[in-house]
């Protein structure tokens, strides 16, 4: 049996044209996304660097949507507060970056903005077990990061229907987010079955082949009628 459940579509800038950002962001906001995902990364907890405060503040301006910011970074604590600048923002951490991950979820909470905790695709879900009570989001990396572009990892599909049956046992409440190599495909179908909730896609959005607005269209098309398989 197939739930009724409202998948959440964030389309990643990582994969836009850095030359038209705001038109980029401000064509996602237009074709439906539910919140723009936003990828920091400091070349050290991956390979590549990619933006900082003053670009995230300029994609803020560009729309009314929520920021899913990813802190794909290094002592996350001492940058969060240069982040979080609006009541929607959304703040996701790396629980192998963190040396004292209750503490920085903790930094996200006292703020009153929504926090994550993501993890690798080699990274258990034991990592998040003892702050699930806290979060509102747990990030299922289906790619190494650090590039975008990458392909999905299928084994990441049993990953998400493990860690759905640790929340619902548990009784909490955080959403499934996944990002990497999310399609209007396989990809997004079998993800969305295993239980997530909220889709991260960037190539799949941002292409050369179709306007955002087309690929947002295809991306719902295609989670039309899904939820978790309850």
Request: charged letters at 15%; aromatic letters at 4%.
């Amino acid at each position: 049996m197939v739930s009724e459940t409202y998948i959440q579509v964030a389309p990643s800038i990582l994969s836009a044209d850095f030359g038209s950002l705001r038109q980029q962001v401000e064509e996602a906001t237009a074709a439906g996304a539910d919140m723009i995902h936003v990828d920091i990364m400091d070349g050290q907890f991956v390979p590549n660097i990619t933006m900082g405060e003053v670009v995230v503040d300029a994609i803020r301006k560009s729309t009314n949507l929520p920021l899913n910011i990813h802190l794909m970074i290094v002592q996350p604590d001492n940058l969060i507060p240069s982040f979080i600048k609006s009541p929607t923002d959304q703040i996701i951490v790396h629980a192998e970056a963190c040396s004292h991950l209750h503490r920085t979820v903790g930094l996200v909470k006292d703020q009153g903005n929504q926090v994550g905790v993501a993890i690798n695709p080699a990274t258990p879900i034991s990592a998040v077990e003892e702050v699930l009570s806290l979060l509102d989001i747990v990030l299922v990396m289906s790619v190494n990061p650090g590039f975008g572009g990458q392909s999905f990892i299928p084994e990441t599909v049993d990953k998400i229907r493990r860690l759905r049956k640790v929340i619902q046992d548990g009784g909490y409440s955080a959403q499934i987010e996944v990002d990497g190599g999310i399609k209007a495909d396989w990809t997004a179908q079998d993800s969305v079955k295993a239980g997530a909730t909220m889709l991260v896609s960037g190539t799949g959005i941002f292409n050369q082949q179709d306007t955002v607005e087309g690929a947002m269209g295809k991306m719902r098309g295609c989670l039309m009628g899904l939820g978790p398989l309850v």
